[in-house]
């Protein structure tokens, strides 16, 4: 197998040439263009999926205010929490806040800092219904434990006066994905009963008693939407956007709260104390009157101690942002956004943000 | 090009086809061993009752696959009851009784159906194939059947075992038609001729064919089962996700792909995490054992009648 190179020599000089002057091109553009941002700091986040709207909205603004670039990649929490791990990543998010094990298990000290908050919301399909339910706390965990069987039951009908609710068998609907969405749901069901706390607990994905699993907020919502006489949960974000009729609950105060961006808000707020000591604080069923009790907020996790002083500063820096000027974007995508005094919390906890022990930020 | 002592092209070539065939087996043994290795901790934890515990309990970190076994085993059976009559016959038909322009035809809308990705056949079981399951097909099943078998009995909800193992025989349908039509076709002239010849009727003499073309035919029943159990995004979306095994086709249940792909990306937590790797790697054995028992019937069936499918 020999060609006649000879021959071919001119012509594949030739066809050399064609094919590197675009890429002599390209390179010298490549290279003019990462020393063009070599100034600023890139950063690399990886996590949960249900802020990734608005992290990437955060993160695309903050570039084109700051040039700092961050790039985020919503794998789910649970590999977000890995990452942070292994060092692979300079952030994490998650939407559950870590457990003392899991914090233990760190190489070093992380840092939680919610950056907003979400509800969850239950929406039903009774095609014979067209007022709002009204549920308690009883009833949503009879629901889902499979023990309130039917529409009509006394644990609804007691709370819904003048609703002809249907004779018919109620088709609970959850997650079947691992999903913050959950662990938000399961939280507040186990702060509400005990006998759900014991029989199935606080999990992104639990073993359900009843019901049927449908996989992402847009599985849930079409199982919902197409099987008569079901309930299922979804973030706020996704049943406004879908306009679904929600459930109003009964919060701690004993008022029946409908979700909204401001009931969650509110959520939060009332937690806010317990919120100061610790952050990971559940702030499902707020002790606050206005709060919708099925809330929760979403993680970002940042060890307290960064080896790359200009990392930890520009991530410090993020934050600083996120929680003043990022806070005025939330509402547009459907998130509630964090009350002043979480707001608090926050900025008294990046004051703890250091590289190699000194503080990156300023003490105001 | 001589053949001498030295290094020549055909050497070089032989040694490339070479290792491309050794690199299958080295890539089967490295997805073997990663996993084996990840389901360490799980299968160190619950041993051999992992394959015989209905537990699916992240929250307690208690792990048994014996649900989604079930409904990976249930699914692909009812795909291929569905599928196998209904593939073998229009293959027939194609190759012995359709005219040209009409094989052919059927032979491109197959190929269209083979090459429509899963999240598609996913959705359409989801918002078409389950409303007609809810309303007409499931309540005609429960009231006229389910009396007699405890196969057909509960609520009608549409989704559940018996819409994932429609959906898997559509999906698995056109792969059954164009390998079955393409050994049909293969077959020797001479079996059609000296069937007739001797007096068949067409029907007998297509027996003939068929019977010829068995090896390869049942061939195409094992490709098909293979794709059928492991197809994880459509049947994620309509079998219902549920660990809990009832003997009631109108259920929902769960299968080991779609558990996996249900819970990999949150899963937090060592055991539960290699718990899901060992589904993996369960899902592997169930696939080697079924194909083995497979590889076993066709040999019973053709007597071990290799050369047939190799003229095929």
Redesign the interface.
């Known amino acids: 197998m020999r060609l006649d190179r000879s021959a071919n020599h001119s012509a594949s000089r030739a066809w050399l040439k064609t094919l590197t002057m675009p890429i002599l091109a390209l390179t010298a553009f490549a290279m003019f263009a990462t020393t063009g941002l070599a100034e600023s700091v890139n950063l690399t986040g990886a996590g949960a999926t249900f802020p990734y709207p608005i992290y990437s909205k955060w993160f695309d603004d903050y570039q084109k205010e700051t040039g700092t670039q961050i790039n985020y990649q919503s794998i789910g929490s649970g590999a977000g929490i890995q990452q942070v791990k292994a060092g692979t990543v300079d952030f994490g998010a998650s939407d559950a806040a870590l457990s003392n094990t899991q914090l233990k298990d760190m190489p070093r000290a992380v840092i939680h800092f919610p950056t907003v908050a979400g509800a969850v919301a239950l929406a039903y399909n009774l095609p014979s219904v067209s007022q709002p339910l009204q549920l308690t706390p009883e009833a949503v965990v009879g629901i889902y434990l499979g023990k309130i069987k039917m529409w009509n039951d006394k644990a609804i009908a007691a709370t819904n006066p003048g609703v002809a609710l249907p004779s018919a068998p109620i088709m609970p609907i959850h997650r079947s994905d691992g999903s913050g969405t959950t662990n938000i749901f399961v939280t507040y069901l186990s702060m509400v009963s005990r006998e759900w706390k014991e029989l199935v607990g606080i999990g992104t994905s639990v073993s359900w008693p009843a019901g049927i699993g449908g996989k992402g907020n847009e599985g849930v919502a079409g199982l919902v939407r197409q099987t008569p006489n079901s309930i299922g949960y979804v973030e706020l974000a996704y049943a406004k956007q879908n306009n679904f009729t929600v459930a109003s609950v009964r919060n701690k105060a004993g008022k029946f709260v409908a979700p909204t961006l401001e009931s969650t808000t509110a959520a939060a707020a009332g937690a806010s104390a317990a919120l100061a000591k610790d952050v990971r604080t559940p702030i499902a069923n707020s002790a606050d009157p206005a709060a919708y009790p099925i809330a929760g907020l979403t993680f970002l996790l940042v060890y307290q101690d960064g080896k790359d002083a200009a990392k930890q500063k520009a991530i410090a820096d993020f934050l600083s942002w996120a929680m003043t000027k990022g806070q005025g974007e939330v509402e547009s995508l459907n998130y509630a956004k964090l009350p002043d005094a979480v707001i608090k919390v926050n900025q008294t906890n990046m004051l703890k943000l250091t590289s190699h022990g000194k503080p990156v930020l300023a003490a105001r | 090009?001589l053949r001498g002592k030295h290094f020549t092209?055909d050497d070089a070539y032989r040694g490339l086809l070479m290792a491309a065939a050794a690199f299958v087996f080295l890539i089967v043994a490295l997805i073997v061993y990663e996993t084996a290795v990840g389901a360490g901790p799980s299968m160190r934890a619950f041993g051999w009752r992992f394959l015989t515990s209905t537990?699916?309990?992240?929250?307690?970190e208690h792990f048994g696959a014996l649900p989604y076994i079930y409904g990976t085993l249930v699914t692909s059976a009812i795909a291929l009851i569905l599928a196998v009559p209904i593939g073998i016959s229009a293959a027939v038909y194609l190759s012995e009784l359709a005219r040209r322009g009409v094989g052919s035809g059927v032979s491109f809308v197959m190929e269209l159906l083979a090459a429509i990705p899963s999240i598609v056949y996913g959705v359409w079981g989801?918002?078409v194939l389950?409303?007609w399951l809810?309303n007409g097909i499931e309540p005609w099943l429960v009231n006229n059947l389910g009396a007699w078998t405890p196969l057909f009995s509960g609520?009608p909800?549409?989704?559940?075992i018996l819409n994932a193992g429609i959906i898997l025989s559509i999906m698995i349908v056109p792969t059954i038609i164009s390998i079955s039509r393409e050994v049909l076709l293969a077959t020797p002239r001479s079996f059609r001729e000296a069937s007739l010849a001797l007096g068949a009727t067409r029907a007998e003499a297509i027996g003939v064919v068929v019977d010829a073309a068995r090896p390869g035919i049942l061939g195409s029943v094992i490709l098909a089962l293979g794709r059928a159990l492991g197809e994880t995004m459509a049947v994620?979306?309509v079998i219902?996700?549920?660990?809990r095994i009832t003997f009631s086709l109108i259920d929902?249940g769960?299968s080991m792909a779609?558990v996996i792909?249900?819970?990999f990306?949150?899963?937090?937590g060592k055991l539960y995490?290699s718990a899901l790797i060992e589904i993996a790697l369960v899902l592997f054995a169930v696939t080697i054992v079924v194909n083995a028992l497979a590889r076993l019937l066709v040999h019973w069936a053709t007597g071990g009648r290799r050369e047939a499918a190799a003229a095929a």
């Open positions: 090009m092209f537990d699916w309990d992240p929250v307690n989801f918002f389950a409303p809810r609520t909800f549409g989704i559940g994620t979306m219902g996700n549920t660990n929902p769960a779609s792909a249900n819970e990306t949150e899963a937090t995490l």
